[in-house]
């Protein structure tokens, strides 16, 4: 597969603008539902930084268990907008 020169994001979609912090593991591990119904995927790391702010939020079910979890207990430590303390 060839890699693209063109604008690509270097971060996944769940990362927030305002959130400096990189990516960890594959960019479409994790999707996250609001209670709107509205769906991002993302990685881990991102999508528990996400759904730590966001009310009502969950996890797709479709989502492995294992990165399910893997959400929810990296969530559960954080702070919602944790970049904006510097988390
Ligand atoms: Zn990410």
Request: aromatic share 4%.
């Given at each position: 597969?060839?890699?693209?020169?063109?604008?690509?994001?270097?971060?996944?979609?769940?990362?927030?603008?305002?959130?400096?912090?990189?990516?960890?593991?594959?960019?479409d591990?994790?999707?996250?539902?609001?209670?709107?119904?509205?769906?991002?995927?993302?990685?881990?790391?991102h999508?528990?930084?996400?759904?730590?702010?966001?009310?009502?939020?969950?996890?797709?079910?479709?989502?492995?268990?294992?990165?399910?979890?893997?959400?929810?207990?990296?969530?559960?430590?954080l702070?919602?907008?944790?970049?904006?303390?510097?988390?």
């Open positions: 597969m060839e890699r693209q020169h063109d604008r690509t994001p270097p971060r996944c979609p769940a990362a927030p603008p305002a959130d400096p912090t990189p990516c960890q593991g594959p960019h591990a994790v999707t996250i539902v609001d209670r709107h119904g509205r769906e991002v995927a993302g990685c881990v790391h999508c528990a930084r996400l759904l730590a702010g966001l009310e009502g939020a969950r996890v797709h079910p479709f989502v492995p268990a294992v990165s399910a979890m893997d959400v929810y207990l990296r969530a559960r430590e702070p919602p907008f944790a970049w904006e303390i510097g988390k």
